[in-house]
């Protein structure tokens, strides 16, 4: 029997062994979340947020438990891991006590004596979910869904299996309808069987742009919506009046969180050249002092990354932009061992043509790009496939605005690194996607938006 396992990246042991869901198996779980659906779509907003707050609750209850579970199967951070169930169970309230308002009735004035837009639930919304924050994209995607009365089939990665079924307990433990929302423990290949079925309507994806394109193009033949969450390789424009000590501590957090693995985290650092040699500076002290290790122990601030394919893929990035001429300041090794654990990298110099320029890296290494000025610095900012988010150190608040509506993505930072909120709409342009999560937008994606004309 084929079976999905759980690697422990900081040891390379395995934790666990699933077996995959059989063709019966997903058609009896799809049965059973169609039924599910049928009832729930019936129930009134009151409720549903009833069932949420409660899952907020679970989340909180529980937090050591999935927070060690996320650090076990693929590697964060503890405290990070910690922080992200809080901001689960922030998402949770949100929607619960959002919901409404946004799904409202919107009244419309035509030639009929009572005219509205309804928003009303599609049915099975198919998540297929990306291992870097196990828990987080997967409650983006279910609080406002599940509040819209959809139903959810999550197909996790498969390095966090544990992840998934924990996330699938989470919604039995608060008292949500049996099998509402279910986890599916399929490899890649079988997402396809899934978003042809007719019971699934609608699929969203976080991930990579080869898995994006795969899950598009299927939808796009079944006619079903499809909302994408792909790569970004965000800019982090330093200016010549930025607050440098500010701007320096906050482009390391940006581009370490998650021990580099974050769509979102600064990627390429653009520097106008008056403050290169000090922003290259205090790169190389703070990366070089940086204590990596296990991932449990409470200092740790690099734990291991969450494959060793990914760790050498990135490796491969670094070496072949060193070939190409980026200069290395520091780190730029594997670290021996049977973890998947990478120096923290600084490489400077960094031009068009080199892979840190244009490809997306996914692990502690930061890319400096140089340039002479404001109008070089936005023009190297737009010259990526990607446009997910991006940030602008200045003093200048007003130039930060103009600058941020020049940059091509769908969300620009001043002053700050760029992080997903409930509150804001979040997501790509170009190759990173398309679709908003969170925020009313979010919840709209998989709603039929439906005109009632009464005459
Ligand atoms: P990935 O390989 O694309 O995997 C993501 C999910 O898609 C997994 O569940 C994976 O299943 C599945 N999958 C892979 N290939 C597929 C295919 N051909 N058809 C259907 N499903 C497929 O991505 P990853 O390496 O795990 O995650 C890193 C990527 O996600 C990065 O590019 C990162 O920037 C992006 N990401 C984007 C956001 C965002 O919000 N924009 C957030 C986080 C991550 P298996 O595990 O079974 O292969």
């Known amino acids: 029997m084929e079976c ?18 059989k063709a019966g198996e997903i058609q009896s779980i799809l049965a ?43 590697g964060k951070i503890i405290a990070e891991a910690r922080a992200e ?24 004035e035509t030639d009929a004596s009572r005219s509205f837009v309804s928003f009303e639930p599609l049915g099975i919304i198919l ?3 990306p291992w870097n924050f196990p828990f987080w994209q997967v409650f983006r995607f279910a609080a406002p869904a599940l509040m819209a009365g959809n139903a959810g089939i999550l197909k996790h990665a498969s390095n966090v299996s544990a992840c998934s079924l924990a996330i699938e307990d989470v919604f039995r433990e608060a008292g949500f309808p049996e099998h509402l929302f279910r986890s599916l423990l399929i490899p890649a290949w079988e997402v396809e069987t899934v978003i042809r079925d007719k019971r699934v309507k609608a699929v969203t994806l976080t991930g990579s742009e080869a898995a994006g394109k795969s899950v598009a ?47 979102i985290a600064a990627k390429r650092f653009i520097v106008v050249q008056p403050r290169l040699a000090e922003f290259e500076a205090a790169q190389t002290e703070i990366l070089n002092r940086m204590r990596v290790g296990d991932p449990f122990v409470s200092d740790t601030e690099v734990g291991p990354l969450a494959r060793l394919d990914l760790r050498d893929e990135l490796h491969d990035q670094v070496l072949r932009t060193i070939e190409a001429g980026g200069r290395l300041l520091t780190g730029g090794n594997i670290i021996g061992g049977p973890g998947a654990f990478y120096q923290p990298t600084v490489i400077t110099g960094v031009k068009k043509g080199m892979p840190l320029y244009h490809e997306e890296s996914f692990g ?34 007003k130039r930060g ?55």
């Open 85 to 108: 169930i809080e901001k689960c169970a922030w998402v949770c309230d949100f929607y619960a006590e959002n919901a409404e308002g946004f799904l409202k009735d919107e009244i419309i």
């Open 364 to 397: 502690p290494v930061l890319a400096i790009i140089p340039v002479q000025d404001e109008e070089e610095a936005i023009r190297v900012a737009n010259d990526s496939d990607f446009g997910l988010g991006g940030s602008i150190w200045t003093q200048d608040s």
């Open 217 to 263: 193009s299927i939808a796009g033949q079944e006619l079903k919506k499809s909302l994408l969450e792909l790569g970004g390789s965000d800019p982090f424009i330093v200016l010549e009046d930025a607050d440098i000590n500010r701007c320096v501590r906050t482009a390391t957090q940006a581009r370490m969180i998650n021990s580099g693995q974050s769509c």
């Open 4 to 21: 999905m396992k759980s690697i422990n990246p900081t040891t390379g042991a395995l934790i666990h062994s699933y077996a995959e869901h």
């Open 401 to 455: 605005e103009v600058l941020a509506r020049r940059i091509d993505s769908g969300a620009v930072f001043v002053n700050g690194m760029t992080k997903s909120d409930p509150r804001l709409p979040f997501g790509g342009i170009k190759k990173s996607g398309y679709g908003r999560e969170l925020s009313h937008y979010g919840i709209k994606e998989f709603v039929n938006i439906k005109s009632i004309w009464i005459a």
């Open 127 to 129: 998540a297929v979910m």
């Open 32 to 74: 059973a979340t169609q039924n599910a659906w049928e009832q729930w779509r019936c129930v009134d907003y009151e409720v549903r947020a009833t069932h949420l707050v409660r899952a907020a609750a679970v989340l909180r209850t529980h937090k050591e438990d999935y927070a060690r579970l996320m650090t076990l199967e693929m």
